[in-house]
C-alpha cells in the first residue's frame, strides 16, 4: 500500500525538484556550520588567547543538532534523486522526507525553547 508522499516521489519532476532544493539547502548550512564551527572552536580561541570565552552549552547543541538534520537533508535528497533518476521505491525515500520535516519542526521548537530559556535566566 503506497502513501499520497509515496506515490508523489514516483513523479520525477516532483522528487527531483525536492531533491535539488533539500540538498541545496542542507548543503548551504552544513558548509555555514563546519566554517563557523572551525573558527569559534579553533580559530579565535588560538588568536585571542585567554580572554576568549567559548560559547554557551546550548549553542553548541543547536549546532549539533542543525549539523545533523543537514546530514539528514543530504541523504534524503540522495533517496529523492534515486527515486527521481532510477525509479526505484520511494518507500525509504518519503520516510526519510517525513523525518526530514520533523527534524526541522523539531529545530524550531528547540530554538524557541533556547529563546525561552535565555529570557527566563537558564
Given amino acids: 500500500m ?3 508522499l509515496q506515490r508523489a516521489l514516483h513523479n520525477r519532476w516532483f522528487a527531483g525538484i525536492a531533491a535539488l532544493a533539500i540538498g541545496y539547502g542542507s548543503a548551504r548550512i552544513m558548509l555555514f556550520l563546519v566554517d563557523d564551527a572551525y573558527y569559534i572552536y579553533h580559530v579565535y580561541p588560538q588568536a585571542k ?6 560559547p554557551e552549552l546550548r549553542y ?3 549546532q549539533v543538532a542543525a549539523f545533523l ?3 539528514l537533508g543530504m541523504c534524503t535528497a540522495v533517496l529523492a534523486a534515486r527515486c527521481s533518476f532510477f525509479r526505484t521505491q520511494a ?3 518519503a520516510r526519510s522526507l517525513i523525518a526530514f520535516a520533523l527534524g526541522f519542526v523539531l529545530l524550531v ?3 524557541v525553547v533556547g529563546m525561552a530559556m535565555r529570557d527566563f535566566g537558564f
Avoid at 49 to 54: H, I, S, V
Wanted: hydrophobic share 50%; glycine share 14%.
Fill in 2 to 4: 503506497q502513501t499520497r
Fill in 49 to 54: 588567547g585567554a580572554e576568549f570565552k567559548l
Fill in 60 to 62: 553548541t547543541f543547536g
Fill in 69 to 71: 538534520w543537514s546530514v
Fill in 91 to 93: 518507500k525509504w525515500a
Fill in 109 to 111: 521548537v528547540g530554538f
